[in-house]
């Protein structure tokens, strides 16, 4: 199971920070992953960590913006979002894959949350 907080409504320039919370043999995952869905948009992948390693691996748009870590003891992985801009606006959705090297390949992750709404304005 994985659940998603933390979205919200953001004055651009902005910081949010989404925690996804693991229950499960979820946390068992090679990898974690955050993608978001704009509207009118296709899903796509913002960024990914290596749960045991912490390789870590940024969409372009938001490299030097956005951070992926993990707190393997809460068994929660956060996306720090700073200097939020209006095209960050959308759904944001953590997932979990078991391949070698997913990237932020959607077909690569087969668990996944609901989602939590970031809107920046």
């Known amino acids: 199971q994985l659940v998603e907080s933390g979205g919200g409504s953001v004055q651009a320039g902005g910081s949010l920070r989404l925690p996804c919370e693991v229950s499960g043999d979820t946390f068992n995952a090679d990898w974690m992953a955050w993608f978001r869905k704009a509207l009118g948009k296709e899903r796509e992948g913002v960024a990914t960590?290596?749960?045991?390693?912490?390789?870590?691996a940024y969409a372009n748009s938001v490299k030097g913006r956005f951070t992926i870590y993990r707190d393997n003891a809460l068994h929660t992985m956060y996306l720090q979002m700073d200097t939020l801009k209006p095209e960050d606006t959308a759904m944001y959705y953590c997932?979990?894959?078991?391949?070698?090297?997913?990237?932020?390949?959607?077909?690569?992750?087969?668990?996944w949350g609901r989602g939590t709404q970031v809107t920046v304005s």
């Open positions: 997932a979990t894959s078991s391949w070698g090297w997913p990237e932020l390949k959607e077909v690569a992750y087969h668990n």
């Open positions: 960590i290596h749960m045991r390693d912490g390789d870590t």
